[in-house]
């Protein structure tokens, strides 16, 4: 049987094919697996080798040729969403850092401005770009005005003070540079700005004798309790968006191996979520995670994803430790039984990791995505405690999971 020829927008290499099934294998047929090695066991290794590799381009035609998915769902709706609350964010009094600034924020303003960056082509009139800049502007400010905010004197233009004053800089540091720079990336053909630069300088001026960023501490999962690697993540995660030109850089060299070896080291320890953030950054900056315990990861995501075809944020709360996951307070809207936040961060990373939309996993999710989104919102799940989702803080969570949806549905 001569199996027909794939359409110009489904072609990718025998490797990636390869690797697509291996995942789908990996997840679906455990059984065929274990006999296939079983009745190989005393096979040369080359023919074992071979064997394999021939199994999976089996299952590359089998499994994964099919049309592209058609991804339909409200861009229009998503964009008045964000761009309101990037307005509602800057304008609370509970975000205000003085001057005018506000604080940036893990739930709110990083993830939309990360979002919005990606819905330019699809907004009418520019209000995507519009809000966006309007972060931007935000963050420009904070760090030219860096040398005064670390000073750690009570200034017009604050920082958090008490026992959090440290850790306030590292966050923020990091946040400041990773949305600097990925609007760079996104508007100003991956050309670096003198006041980007900046923030990548005093990014690194807070990396810790370990490797680390100090990371505030409010008690709250998933991205303030006890989250120094999620944070050192995403410092790993701005200085790959920076570039190669960037991060070859030979004063750089010392400075990348402390972060590779905190994260390297650290990773087995980890709560799912931040192994997952961890393997997003891997997509942007060479030597962080091996090929190993990448398959690994995939396929322990695979085997969490719910019957409806998307994730729950409980479930990354999981260590090796504490298979029992985060807690739940509720989720909005209440029948839902995944959320956005986990589903669109876990397509997000699979897709900048080079699994195929037409990989029956990663399809179910993109399926799930878009079939529920509701007024350009997504669902979110409350782990800390219940929350009226129509609340200014009730909104937090809705906002990291709609905007980390549309970031998933618009990465390439």
Known sequence: MTLPLMKSQQKRTLLSSAVDCLYVLLSFKPRISMKVATRMKHTKPLIQAIGILSLFIIMSNQLCYGSSIQLNWNKPAAINYLTRRTSE???????????????????TSMPLAL??????????????????????????MRVQNWNTISSLKPVA??????DKQYSSLGTESVMNALVLVNYSRESANDTLSPVTKKSLEYLWQQEQPDGSWKWLN???????????????????????????????????????????????????????????????ASTWLPGLMNRTSKLALIQQLYTLQKPDGGWSLQDLG????????????????????S?????????????????????????????????HENNGTWPANYING??????????????????FAVMALNAR
Request: one cysteine or more; glycine letters at 10%.
């Open 386 to 403: 219940s929350r009226d989702p129509h609340s200014m803080t009730g909104k937090f969570m809705r906002d990291a999971a709609s905007a």
């Open 89 to 107: 964010w800057l304008t609370w009094p509970g975000a205000a850092r003085g001057s005018g600034s506000a604080c940036i924020s893990c739930h």
């Open 318 to 337: 999981s260590t090796p430790a504490t298979t029992a996951g985060w807690g739940g307070a509720g989720i909005y809207p209440s029948t839902s039984l």
């Open 157 to 162: 233009i604050q920082c958090y003070y008490g």
């Open 339 to 371: 959320d956005g936040y986990a589903t669109g961060l876990i397509v997000l990373t699979l897709k900048r990791e080079g699994v195929s939309v037409n990989n029956p996993v990663l399809r179910k999710a993109l399926l799930w995505l878009t079939s």
């Open 115 to 140: 979002a919005l960056s990606t819905l330019y082509n699809a907004s009418s009139g520019g209000n995507a770009e519009i809000a966006e800049n309007s972060l931007v502007k935000n963050v420009k």
């Open 218 to 280: 409010f008690g709250l999962s998933p991205w303030e309790n006890n989250n120094i690697y999620y944070g050192t993540a995403l410092a790993a995660m701005a200085v790959g968006m920076a570039g190669k030109n960037y991060y070859t850089q030979p004063d750089l060299k010392s400075k990348l191996f402390l972060m590779r070896q905190y994260l390297n080291i650290g990773y087995p320890q980890q709560r799912l979520h931040d192994k997952v953030v961890y393997m997003l």
